[in-house]
Protein backbone atom coordinates (compact mmCIF):
# COMPACT_ATOMS: atom_id res chain seq x y z
CA UNK A 1 0.00 0.00 0.00
CA UNK A 2 1.30 3.21 -0.61
CA UNK A 3 1.52 5.88 2.17
CA UNK A 4 -1.99 7.67 2.78
CA UNK A 5 -1.07 11.20 2.07
CA UNK A 6 -2.87 12.77 -0.26
CA UNK A 7 -3.45 16.32 -1.58
CA UNK A 8 -6.93 16.82 -2.67
CA UNK A 9 -8.19 20.14 -5.25
CA UNK A 10 -11.73 21.29 -4.79
CA UNK A 11 -12.67 22.29 -8.10
CA UNK A 12 -16.56 24.00 -6.47
CA UNK A 13 -14.48 25.91 -4.34
CA UNK A 14 -12.07 27.34 -7.51
CA UNK A 15 -15.71 28.04 -9.37
CA UNK A 16 -17.02 29.68 -6.13
CA UNK A 17 -13.94 31.68 -5.10
CA UNK A 18 -13.99 33.25 -9.28
CA UNK A 19 -17.56 34.08 -8.87
CA UNK A 20 -16.31 36.29 -5.48
CA UNK A 21 -14.16 37.88 -7.67
CA UNK A 22 -16.28 38.79 -10.26
CA UNK A 23 -18.14 40.28 -7.63
CA UNK A 24 -16.07 42.74 -6.70
CA UNK A 25 -14.26 43.51 -10.18
CA UNK A 26 -17.92 44.09 -11.62
CA UNK A 27 -17.29 44.22 -15.44
CA UNK A 28 -13.10 43.97 -15.36
CA UNK A 29 -12.40 40.89 -17.11
CA UNK A 30 -10.34 38.57 -15.34
CA UNK A 31 -7.37 36.58 -15.78
CA UNK A 32 -6.86 33.86 -14.06
CA UNK A 33 -3.39 33.51 -12.85
CA UNK A 34 -2.09 30.20 -12.88
CA UNK A 35 1.84 30.57 -12.70
CA UNK A 36 3.64 28.21 -10.59
CA UNK A 37 1.55 25.60 -11.64
CA UNK A 38 -1.66 26.82 -10.72
CA UNK A 39 -0.38 28.00 -7.13
CA UNK A 40 0.88 23.63 -6.87
CA UNK A 41 -2.78 22.83 -7.49
CA UNK A 42 -1.78 21.72 -11.27
CA UNK A 43 -2.71 23.62 -14.46
CA UNK A 44 -4.63 20.28 -15.62
CA UNK A 45 -6.47 19.86 -12.59
CA UNK A 46 -7.52 23.39 -12.08
CA UNK A 47 -8.49 24.55 -15.79
CA UNK A 48 -12.03 23.15 -16.11
CA UNK A 49 -12.93 25.02 -12.95
CA UNK A 50 -11.38 28.15 -14.05
CA UNK A 51 -12.24 28.46 -17.85
CA UNK A 52 -15.02 30.65 -16.91
CA UNK A 53 -12.52 32.99 -16.41
CA UNK A 54 -11.43 35.39 -19.49
CA UNK A 55 -7.73 34.20 -19.75
CA UNK A 56 -5.07 32.86 -18.36
CA UNK A 57 -2.04 34.71 -16.80
CA UNK A 58 1.24 32.70 -16.40
CA UNK A 59 5.04 33.14 -16.78
CA UNK A 60 6.64 29.63 -17.84
CA UNK A 61 6.71 29.51 -21.76
CA UNK A 62 5.87 25.54 -21.21
CA UNK A 63 3.33 26.37 -18.87
CA UNK A 64 1.43 28.17 -21.76
CA UNK A 65 1.64 25.15 -23.90
CA UNK A 66 0.14 23.00 -21.59
CA UNK A 67 -2.93 25.64 -21.37
CA UNK A 68 -3.23 25.39 -25.29
CA UNK A 69 -2.88 21.85 -25.09
CA UNK A 70 -5.87 21.96 -22.74
CA UNK A 71 -8.13 23.51 -25.75
CA UNK A 72 -8.19 27.28 -24.21
CA UNK A 73 -7.84 29.38 -27.15
CA UNK A 74 -8.65 32.72 -25.61
CA UNK A 75 -5.90 35.10 -24.43
CA UNK A 76 -2.53 33.60 -22.14
CA UNK A 77 -0.55 36.61 -20.78
CA UNK A 78 3.19 36.02 -20.04
CA UNK A 79 3.51 38.09 -16.80
CA UNK A 80 7.23 38.10 -17.15
CA UNK A 81 7.58 38.45 -21.00
CA UNK A 82 9.92 36.50 -22.76
CA UNK A 83 13.14 35.83 -21.52
CA UNK A 84 15.09 35.63 -24.69
CA UNK A 85 14.87 36.53 -28.47
CA UNK A 86 13.43 32.82 -29.59
CA UNK A 87 10.46 33.13 -26.93
CA UNK A 88 8.94 35.54 -29.10
CA UNK A 89 8.75 32.27 -31.88
CA UNK A 90 6.41 30.47 -29.57
CA UNK A 91 4.31 33.98 -28.96
CA UNK A 92 3.52 34.05 -32.41
CA UNK A 93 3.13 30.66 -32.88
CA UNK A 94 0.75 29.98 -29.50
CA UNK A 95 -0.68 33.64 -29.73
CA UNK A 96 0.69 34.39 -26.54
CA UNK A 97 0.52 38.44 -25.12
CA UNK A 98 3.52 39.13 -23.21
CA UNK A 99 4.25 41.73 -20.67
CA UNK A 100 6.79 44.10 -21.80
CA UNK A 101 8.80 45.49 -19.47
CA UNK A 102 12.91 46.43 -20.18
CA UNK A 103 14.17 47.88 -23.52
CA UNK A 104 15.96 44.71 -23.87
CA UNK A 105 12.68 42.66 -24.46
CA UNK A 106 11.65 46.12 -27.06
CA UNK A 107 14.83 45.49 -28.98
CA UNK A 108 13.88 41.64 -29.55
CA UNK A 109 10.20 42.41 -30.62
CA UNK A 110 11.66 45.18 -33.05
CA UNK A 111 14.08 42.39 -34.78
CA UNK A 112 11.72 39.67 -34.48
CA UNK A 113 10.20 38.21 -37.83
CA UNK A 114 6.41 37.76 -37.70
CA UNK A 115 3.19 37.70 -39.53
CA UNK A 116 1.46 37.98 -36.21
CA UNK A 117 1.33 41.01 -34.63
CA UNK A 118 1.73 40.68 -30.97
CA UNK A 119 -0.49 42.42 -28.14
CA UNK A 120 1.93 43.56 -25.52
CA UNK A 121 1.18 44.81 -22.15
CA UNK A 122 4.14 47.28 -21.11
CA UNK A 123 4.34 47.53 -17.43
CA UNK A 124 5.62 50.43 -15.31
CA UNK A 125 7.43 49.99 -12.15
CA UNK A 126 5.06 51.72 -9.51
CA UNK A 127 7.56 51.71 -6.62
CA UNK A 128 8.13 48.08 -6.25
CA UNK A 129 11.20 47.93 -7.86
CA UNK A 130 11.09 44.47 -9.52
CA UNK A 131 9.90 45.34 -13.09
CA UNK A 132 8.61 48.01 -15.02
CA UNK A 133 9.80 51.05 -16.55
CA UNK A 134 10.00 53.77 -14.60
CA UNK A 135 7.20 56.38 -14.66
CA UNK A 136 9.29 59.14 -16.44
CA UNK A 137 10.28 56.35 -18.90
CA UNK A 138 6.84 54.96 -19.62
CA UNK A 139 6.19 57.12 -22.36
CA UNK A 140 9.07 56.79 -24.42
CA UNK A 141 8.74 52.83 -24.10
CA UNK A 142 4.96 53.29 -25.16
CA UNK A 143 5.68 54.85 -28.19
CA UNK A 144 8.80 53.18 -29.54
CA UNK A 145 6.31 49.94 -29.35
CA UNK A 146 2.75 51.73 -30.37
CA UNK A 147 5.57 52.17 -33.67
CA UNK A 148 6.70 48.63 -34.13
CA UNK A 149 4.67 46.85 -36.78
CA UNK A 150 5.51 43.70 -34.98
CA UNK A 151 2.82 45.06 -32.33
CA UNK A 152 -0.80 45.00 -32.26
CA UNK A 153 -2.06 46.73 -29.18
CA UNK A 154 -0.25 47.87 -26.37
CA UNK A 155 -1.80 47.75 -22.90
CA UNK A 156 -0.57 49.37 -19.44
CA UNK A 157 -0.01 47.66 -16.54
CA UNK A 158 1.26 47.85 -13.07
CA UNK A 159 2.07 45.71 -9.85
CA UNK A 160 0.80 46.76 -5.97
CA UNK A 161 3.52 46.09 -3.28
CA UNK A 162 0.79 47.20 -0.63
CA UNK A 163 -2.37 46.33 -1.52
CA UNK A 164 -2.78 44.04 1.14
CA UNK A 165 -1.25 46.36 3.78
CA UNK A 166 -0.85 49.77 5.82
CA UNK A 167 0.93 51.28 3.37
CA UNK A 168 -2.06 51.16 0.59
CA UNK A 169 -2.01 52.03 -3.00
CA UNK A 170 -2.24 55.92 -3.13
CA UNK A 171 1.15 56.87 -4.29
CA UNK A 172 1.30 53.74 -6.65
CA UNK A 173 -1.87 54.61 -8.52
CA UNK A 174 -0.94 58.17 -8.21
CA UNK A 175 2.34 57.56 -9.88
CA UNK A 176 0.29 55.41 -12.45
CA UNK A 177 -2.78 57.93 -13.27
CA UNK A 178 -0.07 60.19 -13.69
CA UNK A 179 2.56 58.42 -16.01
CA UNK A 180 -0.44 56.98 -18.12
CA UNK A 181 -3.24 59.84 -18.19
CA UNK A 182 -2.66 60.49 -22.04
CA UNK A 183 -1.63 57.11 -23.33
CA UNK A 184 -3.97 55.10 -24.96
CA UNK A 185 -4.52 51.23 -24.42
CA UNK A 186 -6.27 48.93 -21.82
CA UNK A 187 -5.69 48.97 -18.33
CA UNK A 188 -4.44 46.44 -15.70
CA UNK A 189 -3.46 47.26 -12.05
CA UNK A 190 -5.42 44.23 -9.49
CA UNK A 191 -3.76 41.39 -7.66
CA UNK A 192 -5.82 39.87 -5.19
CA UNK A 193 -5.26 41.81 -2.38
CA UNK A 194 -6.18 45.20 -4.54
CA UNK A 195 -9.56 43.00 -5.90
CA UNK A 196 -10.57 42.70 -2.65
CA UNK A 197 -9.81 45.86 -0.86
CA UNK A 198 -9.64 48.65 -3.05
CA UNK A 199 -11.82 46.91 -6.12
CA UNK A 200 -13.38 50.90 -6.53
CA UNK A 201 -10.03 52.52 -7.33
CA UNK A 202 -8.35 49.55 -9.01
CA UNK A 203 -11.20 47.75 -11.54
CA UNK A 204 -10.00 48.07 -15.26
CA UNK A 205 -9.86 46.06 -18.38
CA UNK A 206 -8.18 43.62 -16.75
CA UNK A 207 -7.68 42.22 -12.99
CA UNK A 208 -4.94 39.64 -12.64
CA UNK A 209 -6.35 37.88 -8.84
CA UNK A 210 -4.16 34.60 -7.93
CA UNK A 211 -4.28 33.69 -4.50
CA UNK A 212 -8.20 34.87 -3.94
CA UNK A 213 -8.72 31.99 -6.55
CA UNK A 214 -7.24 29.18 -4.35
CA UNK A 215 -8.86 29.91 -1.35
CA UNK A 216 -6.41 32.05 0.52
CA UNK A 217 -7.01 35.44 2.10
CA UNK A 218 -3.82 37.62 0.94
CA UNK A 219 -4.56 40.15 4.29
CA UNK A 220 -4.64 37.70 6.74
CA UNK A 221 -4.91 37.70 9.58
CA UNK A 222 -6.05 41.15 9.36
CA UNK A 223 -8.99 39.48 7.30
CA UNK A 224 -9.53 35.72 6.92
CA UNK A 225 -11.07 33.45 4.29
CA UNK A 226 -14.32 33.13 5.62
CA UNK A 227 -14.02 37.27 5.87
CA UNK A 228 -13.85 37.20 1.94
CA UNK A 229 -16.16 34.32 1.75
CA UNK A 230 -13.19 31.98 0.15
CA UNK A 231 -13.80 28.36 0.15
CA UNK A 232 -10.77 26.35 0.36
CA UNK A 233 -9.38 25.00 -3.21
CA UNK A 234 -6.43 22.55 -1.72
CA UNK A 235 -6.11 20.01 1.24
CA UNK A 236 -3.57 18.15 2.47
CA UNK A 237 -4.15 15.02 4.67
CA UNK A 238 -2.71 11.99 5.58
CA UNK A 239 -3.85 8.94 8.28
CA UNK A 240 -1.59 8.31 11.74
CA UNK A 241 0.06 5.17 11.27
CA UNK A 242 1.85 5.09 15.16
CA UNK A 243 0.23 6.29 18.62
CA UNK A 244 2.61 6.74 21.96
CA UNK A 245 1.50 7.27 25.32
CA UNK A 246 4.06 9.47 26.90
CA UNK A 247 4.84 10.05 30.76
CA UNK A 248 5.77 13.29 32.56
CA UNK A 249 9.00 13.95 30.67
CA UNK A 250 9.03 12.03 27.97
CA UNK A 251 10.61 13.69 25.28
CA UNK A 252 9.21 13.64 21.43
CA UNK A 253 11.49 13.80 17.88
CA UNK A 254 14.78 14.70 16.87
CA UNK A 255 16.20 17.69 19.73
CA UNK A 256 13.56 16.39 21.84
CA UNK A 257 12.00 19.92 21.71
CA UNK A 258 8.76 18.80 23.37
CA UNK A 259 8.80 17.21 26.69
CA UNK A 260 5.27 16.28 28.02
CA UNK A 261 4.59 18.31 31.18
CA UNK A 262 1.37 15.04 32.08
CA UNK A 263 0.75 12.14 30.92
CA UNK A 264 -0.93 12.37 27.33
CA UNK A 265 -1.46 10.56 23.89
CA UNK A 266 0.38 11.35 20.44
CA UNK A 267 -0.21 9.96 17.32
CA UNK A 268 2.15 9.65 14.34
CA UNK A 269 1.23 11.15 11.15
CA UNK A 270 2.82 10.28 7.84
CA UNK A 271 3.31 13.84 6.24
CA UNK A 272 6.71 15.64 7.01
CA UNK A 273 8.84 18.50 4.85
CA UNK A 274 9.94 16.13 2.17
CA UNK A 275 6.29 16.19 1.04
CA UNK A 276 6.03 20.16 1.42
CA UNK A 277 5.38 20.45 5.11
CA UNK A 278 7.25 23.32 6.40
CA UNK A 279 9.58 22.13 8.79
CA UNK A 280 9.35 25.29 10.48
CA UNK A 281 6.61 24.85 12.00
CA UNK A 282 6.76 24.94 15.87
CA UNK A 283 4.64 23.06 18.46
CA UNK A 284 1.29 24.47 18.75
CA UNK A 285 0.78 24.60 14.68
CA UNK A 286 -2.92 23.45 14.12
CA UNK A 287 -3.87 20.26 12.50
CA UNK A 288 -7.57 18.80 12.57
CA UNK A 289 -7.31 15.27 13.43
CA UNK A 290 -10.95 12.74 12.64
CA UNK A 291 -11.90 16.86 12.11
CA UNK A 292 -11.02 17.78 15.92
CA UNK A 293 -8.58 20.29 15.88
CA UNK A 294 -5.27 19.90 18.13
CA UNK A 295 -1.86 20.90 17.34
CA UNK A 296 1.23 19.84 16.68
CA UNK A 297 4.07 18.69 19.15
CA UNK A 298 7.95 18.32 18.57
CA UNK A 299 9.80 18.90 15.44
CA UNK A 300 8.72 18.26 11.52
CA UNK A 301 10.91 15.14 10.52
CA UNK A 302 11.39 14.16 6.78
CA UNK A 303 8.30 11.50 6.47
CA UNK A 304 6.74 12.82 9.86
CA UNK A 305 4.98 14.62 12.27
CA UNK A 306 3.58 14.44 15.94
CA UNK A 307 0.18 15.24 17.09
CA UNK A 308 -1.54 16.18 20.43
CA UNK A 309 -4.62 13.51 20.75
CA UNK A 310 -5.14 14.72 24.12
CA UNK A 311 -9.04 16.47 22.00
CA UNK A 312 -9.31 13.28 20.38
CA UNK A 313 -9.19 10.14 22.75
CA UNK A 314 -11.32 7.84 19.78
CA UNK A 315 -7.99 8.50 17.42
CA UNK A 316 -5.65 5.55 16.66
CA UNK A 317 -3.76 4.30 13.93
CA UNK A 318 -5.86 4.68 10.49
CA UNK A 319 -7.10 8.26 12.04
CA UNK A 320 -7.44 11.06 9.23
CA UNK A 321 -4.64 13.98 9.84
CA UNK A 322 -5.77 17.08 7.86
CA UNK A 323 -2.92 19.62 7.52
CA UNK A 324 -4.72 22.43 5.95
CA UNK A 325 -7.96 22.35 3.99
CA UNK A 326 -10.92 20.24 4.67
CA UNK A 327 -11.64 17.28 6.81
CA UNK A 328 -13.34 13.94 5.31
CA UNK A 329 -11.14 13.56 2.03
CA UNK A 330 -9.74 10.31 2.83
CA UNK A 331 -11.36 7.00 1.64
CA UNK A 332 -13.63 5.63 4.48
CA UNK A 333 -13.63 9.42 6.31
CA UNK A 334 -16.81 9.84 7.89
CA UNK A 335 -15.78 13.43 8.97
CA UNK A 336 -16.89 15.86 6.87
CA UNK A 337 -17.05 19.72 7.07
CA UNK A 338 -14.10 21.08 9.62
CA UNK A 339 -12.02 23.62 8.03
CA UNK A 340 -8.60 24.38 8.52
CA UNK A 341 -7.36 27.41 6.70
CA UNK A 342 -4.25 27.12 5.09
CA UNK A 343 -3.41 30.78 6.30
CA UNK A 344 -3.35 29.81 9.84
CA UNK A 345 -1.00 26.81 9.42
CA UNK A 346 1.15 28.97 7.22
CA UNK A 347 1.30 32.31 9.80
CA UNK A 348 2.25 29.17 12.49
CA UNK A 349 4.81 28.10 10.32
CA UNK A 350 6.07 32.22 9.63
CA UNK A 351 5.17 31.93 6.27
CA UNK A 352 1.98 32.56 3.76
CA UNK A 353 -1.11 30.41 2.31
CA UNK A 354 1.04 30.82 -1.16
CA UNK A 355 4.60 29.06 -0.08
CA UNK A 356 2.53 26.27 1.61
CA UNK A 357 0.07 25.32 -1.52
CA UNK A 358 3.10 26.00 -4.08
CA UNK A 359 5.19 23.52 -2.09
CA UNK A 360 3.36 20.56 -2.11
CA UNK A 361 5.97 17.74 -3.08
CA UNK A 362 5.78 15.63 -6.49
CA UNK A 363 6.12 12.27 -4.06
CA UNK A 364 2.53 13.79 -2.94
CA UNK A 365 -0.16 11.89 -5.03
CA UNK A 366 -3.30 14.18 -5.94
CA UNK A 367 -7.02 13.62 -6.37
CA UNK A 368 -9.31 15.80 -7.82
CA UNK A 369 -12.47 16.10 -6.12
CA UNK A 370 -15.27 15.08 -7.93
CA UNK A 371 -17.82 17.09 -8.65
CA UNK A 372 -21.53 17.52 -7.98
CA UNK A 373 -23.05 18.49 -11.50
CA UNK A 374 -23.08 22.20 -12.17
CA UNK A 375 -24.30 24.21 -15.00
CA UNK A 376 -21.29 25.62 -16.82
CA UNK A 377 -20.13 28.65 -16.44
CA UNK A 378 -19.80 30.44 -19.81
CA UNK A 379 -17.31 33.02 -20.61
CA UNK A 380 -18.36 36.80 -20.20
CA UNK A 381 -18.23 38.42 -23.80
C1 LIG B 1 1.44 36.61 -9.17
C2 LIG B 1 0.96 37.82 -9.81
C3 LIG B 1 -0.36 38.23 -9.64
C4 LIG B 1 -1.32 37.52 -8.71
O1 LIG B 1 -0.99 37.85 -7.38
P1 LIG B 1 -1.92 37.38 -6.17
O2 LIG B 1 -1.37 38.05 -4.98
O3 LIG B 1 -1.74 35.89 -6.09
O4 LIG B 1 -3.29 37.74 -6.53
C5 LIG B 1 -0.79 39.36 -10.33
N1 LIG B 1 0.05 40.04 -11.14
C6 LIG B 1 1.33 39.69 -11.31
C7 LIG B 1 2.20 40.50 -12.20
C8 LIG B 1 1.84 38.58 -10.66
O5 LIG B 1 3.11 38.22 -10.83
Not at 325 to 351: F, H, K, M, W, Y
Amino acid sequence: MPRPILATVHPAALQHNLTQVRRHALQSRVWAVVKANAYGHGIERVFDALRAADGFALLDLAEAERVRALGWRGPILLLEGVFEPRDLELCSRLGLWHTVHCDAQIDWLAAHKTQQPHRVFLKMNSGMNRLGFAPERLRSAWARLNALTQVDEVSLMMHFSDADGPKGIDAALAAFDEATRDLSGERSLANSAAVLRHAERTRADWVRPGIVLYGSAPDFPEHDAAHWQLQPTQTLATRLIGVQQLQVGDSVGYGSRFVAERPMRIGIAAVGYADGYPRVAPTGTPVLVDGVRTQLVGRVSMDMVTVDLTPVPDAGVGSEVTLWGRAGTLAGSTQRGALLPIDEVAQAAGTVGYELMCAVAPRVPVAVEAQQHQPPLEPRT
